[in-house]
């Protein structure tokens, strides 16, 4: 998933996660600060470089999705789900949105997901976090 990740905050505590790199260029796209011919030369520059197999976790992706696409058509994804009422919340509390604005945007968010990568594998957020918990636990 990479090696410099957004980090801990009040918000998250444990850490986000989320490749800083392509945090990074999602948001300067979205924001208009990049074109798109420039955001994927830096998409395509950083992912030549990564030479183990990796993945990005980013909800942005799901507003890029027919552009990362494009530039990865064989790309294998794993779509994990979280609950909508905890997805809602974290953003709330993340941005200091409105509930109701939240909304629009999981439900934008899902239905892009939906609609390009309808073959994409499921996981489920809550089996994941209960795996990596048991995985912990026995390491320790």
Same mark, same amino acid.
């Given at each position: 998933?990479?090696r410099?990740?957004? $980090?801990?905050?009040?918000?998250n $505590? +444990? #850490? ?8 990074d +260029?999602? %948001?300067?796209r979205?924001? #208009? ?13 950083v992912?030549?470089r990564r ?5 990005v976790k ?5 507003d ?5 696409l494009? +530039?990865?058509p064989?790309?294998?994804?794993l779509?994990?789900r979280? $609950?909508?009422? *905890? %997805?809602v919340?974290?953003?709330?509390r ?5 509930? =109701?604005?939240?909304r629009?945007? %999981?439900d934008r ?8 990568v $309808? ?6 957020? *809550?089996?994941?976090?209960?795996t +990596?918990d048991?995985?912990i =636990?026995?390491?320790?």
């Amino acid at each position: 998933m990479g090696r410099s990740f957004i $980090p801990a905050n009040a918000t998250n $505590p +444990l #850490g986000h996660w989320e490749d800083k790199t392509f945090h990074d +260029l999602n %948001v300067a796209r979205l924001s #208009g600060a990049l074109s798109a011919e420039t955001w994927q030369r830096c998409v395509d520059r950083v992912a030549r470089r990564r030479v183990e197999p990796w993945g990005v976790k980013d909800p942005r992706i799901a507003d890029l999705l027919p552009e990362y696409l494009g +530039l990865f058509p064989g790309a294998t994804v794993l779509r994990c789900r979280r $609950p909508r009422h *905890d %997805v809602v919340t974290s953003m709330c509390r993340a941005y200091g949105w409105s509930e =109701a604005h939240a909304r629009q945007i %999981v439900d934008r968010r899902e239905s892009a997901l939906d609609h390009h990568v $309808p073959w994409a594998t499921d996981i489920r957020f *809550d089996v994941l976090e209960e795996t +990596l918990d048991a995985a912990i =636990a026995c390491a320790a």
